[in-house]
């Protein structure tokens, strides 16, 4: 689809549908605006294109042959909170890799994994080093420390609530929409392969299996942190001056009397109005806006490289 | 096979003629019914296209099923089978008996009459139609199937590995990939993993007996092969079973609600994992209703185990 957010109209590869239903997801409305999901999946990519490159730097610095998880998971090393969710990430997928393969019943030599300890297989286990990697960066030990995944919990309290109230068929709707992620086909062989084409298309960079999972962890995490912007903006925008009981009216996430008043709407059949471009801009901008900190908007970078910094991180 | 052995016994007792109300059993009731063919023994049939389709036949037939039905729906068995109507039978015997004596002409023989119906109305009326009605736990319950079942045996006796696999026909043995034989036989289909120690672990079956047959045979292969093999500790380690609720649940508020036992991640896997604690079984729980249940050592612990989840996801239902 060649559009005026596409940076090139040449690839054929994208995840305009994966996004529209991550987005519904996350609490957006059914049918997401086309425009929006452009501008999200070309925000992804950008990010993603920009995180293999530094990540390819960092590993011609150790002299790697390959883009690892090590590389990617460096990057990361500053966001405990976000190290913490792939730390779960990765304890989940591993479980429900594990279940499985019990459910397969054909694929006998892998039933033993669990059942029989003494007699473990040597090939089976550990291909995934993430949490290693985390462990290794963590100096100070503080993921282990983190006890309560506030932004899964923010997450999941809104899913819950957009589905409290929902018929069967628009339940089935959504939940076909949530389980859509970066990876492509279903299973335990849910590979990879269209996430590396369409951030690598040309291979110009080499990328492991495992960097590309962490990627795929954070192309996920980038949508959803957009989201998560959206609707901060939608509650502020809700906010009027002087109100003193304006912060105690409702959720800010999916109740739509809630965001009646939010500057653009275009309601679709849901009562949540679809995100709109604007929204998705305002939410980078608040991004990118310099920090409000000790050095505020005095801060002047010696080195003179502009700091990337990346959504989800 | 027993329900002939079971008319045998009728017939051993020809003075009160059982009305056998299971179809199986018409051949071996046809018989008396010809060789006495007097209007004055009682003899009942449910065979309703007998050769003998006089009026009378018909008739004691048509009473004996409003006595049945009354008879059902003064019991009020809601679960009411086929299989059961033989005990009935039996109870309404001696009933009809003695109303067959007081029977004098053509005349009373109508169904309605009142030396037949000793009751003051008509019995028709009285009944109620019950439709076999079972509550949600039940046909949950019923629709348990065991899709797997994993046991392990210890032959007792160190195993080489490869002079296994080089002598049985259906084996395979990669040592690179695994470091078991892994073994089949066709009869139950089953397939056996066989380590050094001399543990095999029998998988691919039904249901615990098969199960068993299969691991003795797996025993019985290696034994032959020249190892002192013994058949020891034969443990059933996992049951895998599928159940239907029949209703679509919502996974969220479930997850939110037992945030300690369940984790749904949909993105990873569509389903909602739910660890129970006590029985110790893992659950599969999936939108549709499906449940998928892994973990269990014995039938009672699945059972158990849906006996618990049903009211928990009842109230998860999707309207």
């Not at chain 1, 790697?64 to 500053?78: E, H, Q, S």
């Not at chain 2, 909602?272 to 014995?298: A, D």
Request: aromatic content about 10%; glycine content about 6%.
């Amino acid at each position: 689809m060649t559009n005026y957010f596409t940076m090139d109209g040449t690839d054929s590869t994208n995840f305009q549908k994966e996004i529209s239903g991550m987005m519904h997801g996350f609490g957006d409305n059914p049918n997401p605006n086309a425009a929006t999901v452009v501008l999200v999946e070309s925000i992804v990519q950008q990010q993603l294109k920009f995180m293999i490159q530094e990540a390819h730097q960092n590993c011609n610095l150790r002299c790697g042959k390959a883009i690892t998880n090590y590389d990617i998971i460096y990057l990361m090393r500053k966001n405990i909170k976000k190290l913490k969710r792939l730390h779960d990430y990765q304890l989940k997928l591993d479980q429900i890799d594990k279940k499985c393969i019990l459910n397969i019943t054909t694929q006998a030599e892998s039933l033993i994994t669990g059942l029989l300890e003494d007699e473990k297989d040597p090939t089976v286990k550990k291909r995934r080093t993430h949490i290693d990697y985390i462990r290794e960066f963590d100096e100070a030990d503080e993921v282990s420390q983190i006890k309560f995944d506030s932004i899964d919990y923010i997450r999941k309290v809104r899913a819950a609530k957009i589905t409290e109230s929902m018929t069967f068929e628009k339940y089935e709707a959504y939940h076909k929409a949530r389980c859509l992620s970066f990876r492509s086909g279903y299973g335990i062989g849910r590979g990879f392969v269209k996430l590396e084409r369409w951030l690598n298309p040309v291979k110009e960079f080499k990328l492991t299996q495992s960097a590309l999972e962490v990627l795929g962890f954070v192309a996920y995490e980038t949508v959803a942190e957009i989201v998560d912007g959206v609707f901060l903006i939608r509650q502020d925008a809700k906010k009027r001056s002087g109100d003193p009981f304006s912060k105690f009216e409702g959720g800010y996430f999916c109740n739509p009397v809630s965001l009646s008043n939010a500057v653009y709407i275009k309601s679709g059949y849901e009562g949540v109005p679809a995100i709109t471009v604007a929204e998705v801009r305002e939410v980078l901008r608040r991004y990118y806006s310099p920090r409000t900190g000790m050095n505020g908007l005095f801060y002047r970078n010696m080195s003179l490289d502009l700091p990337i910094r990346y959504i989800a991180l | 096979m027993d329900i002939s052995s079971n008319n045998l016994d009728k017939r051993s007792t020809p003075s009160v003629p059982t009305p056998d109300w299971t179809t199986n059993a018409q051949n071996e009731m046809e018989i008396p019914l010809v060789e006495a063919p007097a209007p004055s023994t009682p003899a009942l049939s449910s065979n309703h296209d007998n050769n003998l389709s006089s009026k009378y036949i018909q008739d004691v037939t048509n009473e004996s099923h409003t006595n049945r039905a009354s008879v059902i729906s003064s019991t009020t068995n809601p679960t009411q089978t086929p299989t059961q109507c033989g005990t009935h039978s039996s109870v309404i015997t001696p009933a009809i008996s003695t109303s067959q004596s007081l029977i004098t002409g053509e005349v009373a023989l109508t169904p309605t009459h009142s030396t037949f119906t000793p009751q003051s109305i008509n019995p028709h009326s009285a009944m109620t139609a019950i439709t076999p009605m079972v509550s949600g736990t039940d046909q949950a319950r019923s629709s348990i199937k065991v899709q797997n079942c994993v046991s392990t045996i210890h032959l007792g006796c160190e195993l080489k590995l490869l002079d296994i696999y080089c002598r049985t026909r259906f084996s395979e043995y990669n040592p690179a990939r695994f470091h078991g034989v892994v073994m089949k036989i066709i009869d139950p289909r089953a397939t056996a993993l066989v380590f050094r120690s001399g543990k095999v672990l029998c998988t691919g079956l039904r249901n615990e007996h098969d199960s068993y047959i299969a691991a003795r045979k797996f025993a019985r292969i290696i034994q032959k092969l020249g190892y002192p093999a013994r058949f020891l500790d034969f443990k059933i380690q996992n049951f895998i079973a599928t159940a239907d609720l029949r209703f679509p649940i919502r996974l969220e508020a479930l997850q939110q609600a037992h945030g300690q036992f369940a984790s749904y991640e949909p993105e990873l896997f569509p389903g909602l994992v739910y660890r129970m604690v006590r029985p110790r079984v893992v659950l599969l729980i999936f939108v549709n209703g499906k449940i998928v249940f892994t973990g269990g050592k014995t039938r009672g612990e699945i059972n158990e185990a849906l006996d618990i989840i049903y009211p928990i996801l009842r109230s998860y239902r999707i309207s």
